[in-house]
């Protein structure tokens, strides 16, 4: 029975594509079986897929991946669930249809706000956070859910306001942190991930990448 795991978040810029993707295809180098579902009504994560094989990559080079930008998504993925270790499921990046991502957090077991390290961009999350404590309430407290900070600088320190900001949301604070590199970008020219980076030449974003997938499986467990 796969674990399903959502990145949610309604503020652009998140880095919610990008990280689904990254712990997409950790998961898979990692020999497991995983699904990545594109809910997003731009596709991203669908056509970052079809630039993948039109690069060279194979289809047991990566995760599978399905668009599903429906508000049946939570009815959908039960029958994938078989099928499959892990599901990632890349959210709308919009709540003006609140079925979508209402659907998507029903059907997590964990549920991940990405966030970028600025009390404004923190504060402009607070929605799809009260929609997560607001499924947990009547949920037994399920999903699992924490706020994964990206985009960090080098030497990134919390300031007090931004502690503040993150507290407010009552989640767990995930001890990764995905760093600010070109290398994102880069490997998703081709439609891969950081995983497909020289270590050597990369070795921060890659270990932090690394580090996220083995938190999420930790927290999983």
């Known amino acids: 029975m796969a674990k399903v795991i959502s990145f949610i978040n309604q503020k652009g810029g998140s880095t919610k594509t990008t990280n689904a993707i990254t712990l997409s295809h ?11 579902i594109d809910t997003d009504q731009q596709s991203t994560a669908s ?5 993948a094989l039109e690069s060279g990559f194979t ?31 890349d959210s709308p990046g919009s709540l003006a249809d609140l079925k979508i991502p209402a659907g998507v957090i029903k059907a997590s077991d964990l549920a991940i706000v990405p ?10 999350s607070a929605a799809v956070v009260e929609m997560i404590h607001s499924r947990r309430e ?6 699992k859910a924490g706020i994964l900070i990206s985009r ?12 503040a ?14 760093p600010d590199s070109e290398v994102f970008k880069q490997t998703a020219i081709s439609g ?6 020289n270590p050597k030449k990369h070795p921060k974003p890659v270990d932090a990448a690394n580090a996220f997938v083995d938190e999420v499986l930790n927290i999983l467990s």
């Open 59 to 89: 289809v047991a080079d990566l995760p599978s991946v399905i668009s599903v930008p429906r508000e049946t998504i939570a009815d959908e993925i039960k029958s994938y669930r078989n099928s499959f270790d892990y599901i990632v499921i």
């Open 115 to 124: 966030v970028q390290p600025s009390p404004y961009d923190i504060e402009d």
């Open 152 to 163: 960090t600088k080098d030497k990134t320190i919390l300031g007090r306001e931004i502690q």
């Open 26 to 36: 950790g998961l898979h180098k990692r020999g497991n079986r995983v699904l990545l």
């Open 47 to 51: 056509k970052a897929y079809a630039r």
């Open 165 to 178: 900001a993150l507290e407010q949301f009552e989640l767990p604070i995930m001890e990764s942190r995905i």
């Open 138 to 143: 009547i949920a037994d407290g399920q999903p």
């Open 192 to 197: 891969g991930s950081v995983f497909d980076a």
